[in-house]
């Protein structure tokens, strides 16, 4: 009996190292992970979705689907023509591609969507810390491929130049204080170094230097950084524009234009930016942009300003801008669309955050044209990519901006939602494109929202449109406005029963609305 048992131990003990073995073997041969390296897999675990054929390449996006399902009601006639880069001749609109210094983005990921983007100008961080590793020594080998790879493209580079450097002292991450740099001699004279070495290195592509980013209630600190800074700037490249960054309204601002009057050195600044990240786009003029422009004006003249960095998320988030509010993929759209146009209504450049999602220390931020994921990898084109690549194609510099109706008279015909009991402001904006008069219309007294439906409403337009186009500019698509809503009154045409809801549409005649040669958008 006793030997029996003992048998039996050693099967079972034998069976558990053929196990073993097995089971080694089969994690050798499957590239499995050691549960104490889990924090340091980078691969995909959902069912081994990235090793099906027929799922690679750009995902599905359900939310640019359903746009495209939307019935406004009239003939489509087709797509609003784009154009690369490298085919517009000049524009004020800017992409962001922040962050790379701090590898929260992957450059490769998503440069081949940038030049048929159509955005003319990208937004790029120097890193200091990243390239001056040991004191003394720089290597811009992971940024130039950053620059001149952008500038290959059409699109001209223009550099944020921050943040700090841990070999003398300071930190690289947003938030950090100015007065780490420019209280300590040894590291203000080696970050001067580094500013001049890295606007030496790309002056023939970048003439535009954001000093710094977001330093906010730093005024004191920060108006010694721009001044010193933008002497270094001049001394190698005395042509360029030195852009002060969104600081605190208006005691910040305030401290710089100071700074640069006792210096005697006004002719230091060109833009001051601004950051407008206010929940209803229309907003941001009046909140933070017109008050601006009257403080820097009342220093200069030459002085402008600029919208450096502005976006929307994509989902609800709980840090960083406009958190805590409910967004989509479709109200993203809607505020990108909003805030950029009126921006061109203003003829102030406009630069959006951002081209991907970024994969901060703390979460996956969602602000971008094109959603990623936490390996920092393409997964699809939002509806705002789109929307954004219909702007940038279609409002360059030869697109004049003409007027801006805050509030216009309508008629209203009926309620996508019956629920709905409230008179909205419809807000138009007017361009001339070759001649022709180009008007966009929105609801705008309202945060963008995700309902996917029209009000009908009747409106007067000056002037006598005679093959009215109506477009929805996320997706695109052009329609032919129906002959019997429309009719001639006093000088103006009137359009009857036309959609209308809380994002851009363009109403042109057709001759202002190019087509593209394919029906598909996607």
Not at 152 to 168: D, H, R, S, T
Request: net charge neutral.
């Amino acid at each position: 009996m006793q030997q029996n048992k003992m048998q039996q131990k050693t099967i079972a003990s034998a069976c558990l190292l053929t196990m073993a073995a097995f089971a080694w073997t089969c994690a050798a041969d499957t590239g499995a992970v050691a549960f104490k390296d889990v924090s340091k897999l980078k691969s995909w675990d959902a069912w081994n979705e990235h090793d099906d054929p027929n799922a690679r390449g750009e995902k599905p996006c359900v939310t640019w689907d359903r746009l495209n399902r939307l019935d406004p009601g009239m003939k489509e006639v087709g797509r609003l023509a784009v154009r690369d880069a490298r085919d517009i001749k000049s524009s004020k609109w800017s992409i962001g591609c922040e962050t790379l210094d701090r590898d929260y983005g992957n450059w490769d990921a998503y440069k081949k969507f940038l030049g048929p983007l159509g955005a003319k100008h990208g937004r790029l961080f120097s890193g200091w810390a990243k390239t001056e590793q040991v004191k003394g020594t720089y290597d811009f080998s992971w940024f130039d491929p950053h620059v001149r790879e952008m500038a290959a493209m059409g699109i001209k580079p223009w550099i944020c130049l921050a943040y700090g450097n841990p070999v003398y002292g300071s930190d690289f991450r947003l938030g950090m204080k100015v007065s780490q740099v420019t209280e300590n001699a040894e590291a203000f004279e080696a970050w001067l170094r580094y500013v001049t070495a890295c606007v030496e290195r790309y002056k023939d592509v970048v003439d535009e230097w954001e000093i710094w980013n977001e330093p906010f209630h730093q005024g004191k600190w920060y108006a010694e950084l721009f001044y010193r800074t933008a002497k270094a700037i001049r001394a190698v490249q005395p042509e360029a524009k030195c852009l002060c960054t969104a600081i605190t309204y208006p005691e910040d601002y305030r401290c710089v234009l100071e700074k640069l009057k006792a210096e005697d050195a006004l002719d230091l600044g060109s833009y001051f930016i601004y950051h407008p990240y206010v929940p209803n786009p229309d907003d941001a003029f009046k909140k933070r942009a017109e008050p601006l422009l009257k403080l820097v004006k009342s220093y200069s003249g030459d002085f402008a300003i600029m919208q450096g960095e502005t976006g929307c998320p994509s989902q609800l988030e709980f840090g960083h801008a406009l958190k805590r509010r409910e967004w989509s993929e479709y109200s993203q759209a809607k505020w990108n669309l909003r805030r950029t146009i009126d921006d061109a209504a203003r003829s102030i450049p406009s630069s959006l955050f951002s081209m991907i999602d970024l994969q901060y220390t703390f979460m996956l931020q969602s602000f971008g044209l094109i959603r990623s994921n936490t390996l920092k990898e393409f997964i699809y084109r939002r509806p705002s990519y789109f929307a954004m690549q219909h702007v940038y194609s279609y409002i360059d510099d030869d697109v004049l901006p003409q007027r801006i109706d805050e509030s216009i008279d309508y008629e209203l015909v009926s309620r996508f939602d019956p629920r709905d009991t409230d008179r909205h402001r419809l807000k138009v904006v007017r361009f001339s494109k070759n001649g022709q008069p180009v008007r966009f219309y929105w609801f705008a007294d309202r945060v963008p929202t995700s309902e996917l439906g029209f009000d009908h409403v009747t409106i007067a337009v000056p002037g006598k449109l005679e093959r009215p186009r109506w477009v929805e500019m996320i997706t695109g698509r052009v329609y032919e406005v129906p002959s019997d809503r429309i009719a001639y009154e006093g000088g103006k045409t009137v359009i009857a029963d036309l959609p209308m809801w809380d994002s851009p549409v363009m109403v042109a005649e057709d001759k202002a609305v190019s087509l593209r040669a394919e029906s598909a958008a996607h």
